[in-house]
């Protein structure tokens, strides 16, 4: 193999070098010794699979020794201009020659390039592109997910914006409940305890999810339906599915829907009013209408928080503004 000498012109017109010239060399320095190891690849995949895997291992070798003495070479010629681990051009970098890691470090730093074909380096070489290649995917994400954010907070200010159009004319306001899972029923609880005069509700919120599992069970064929329309399960009957959900209502917290609406207006006895600003307004219960503002107000937000359906209170502005 031949030796990497340089001569005493080179090296003389080396020494009046700028330090942009110095780092352009080094960069065509190792191109050309990436390019002298492509050669001797191609040269060495030539005759039977031993005799390649021979070839391949000592043109390995061979590239191995002629990068280390070229770093260390570029070292010293880095350190001839005054870059060593005290410089502020390089941070945190020993230039020890005892630590070969080291002058990897440091010519990498500042020729802005490396040898990459060398064998022990060869694995370094591809854990760096799988962590770039993660790094570049984190941030699609994240550029995805402030999209998907930016989007979510253009549709709930609409939303909001079109729900206060329908609530202001009627002297209503929105008043904020947890969006903790139990959000239907907390709002239920908040109506119940304006309805009292300001009192505590009669049901709390978790007493409100029992007697929706209660009543939908005890009127079973009213509610079957729903769940005779979703996808046979080998595994778990209508009857299976409806029973797992009533568990699921007056146990977990698990979001409520119109289902469980449907159960606490019978529950209650009361008419229930739902305002949103992204659909039609619905009214259950009318058979419980009456003329005494005893009709329970909630407003829907399909866009509330980019996580799902959310429920609120719906009260007078007089009793916000006290």
Known sequence: MADNNVSEDETNMEQHETVDEMLARHRQEIKQLQNKETELKKAAA????????AKKKQVEEDISKLSTKLKEKQLKE?????FSSSSSNISNVETTNERKGDIDTLVRAIAGVSVTAQQEHSKPSKSVKRREKRAKEEADREQRIKEEQSNVTSDRMVENQKLEKKLKPLGLTVSEIKPDGHCLYRAVENQLANLSGGGASPYTYQKLREMAAAYMREHKADFIPFF????????ESADERFEKYCREVESTAAWGGQLELGAL???????????SGSFPDVEMGKEYKSGNDSSLMLSYHRHAFGLGEHYNSVVLVKNMTG
């Open 46 to 53: 030539k005759g039977s699979k031993a005799e390649q895997k």
């Open 78 to 82: 880095l350190a001839s201009q005054g």
């Open 228 to 235: 005779l329309s979703e996808t046979e399960s080998e595994s």
């Open 265 to 275: 207006t019978h529950c209650l006895r009361k008419h229930i009013m739902v305002f």
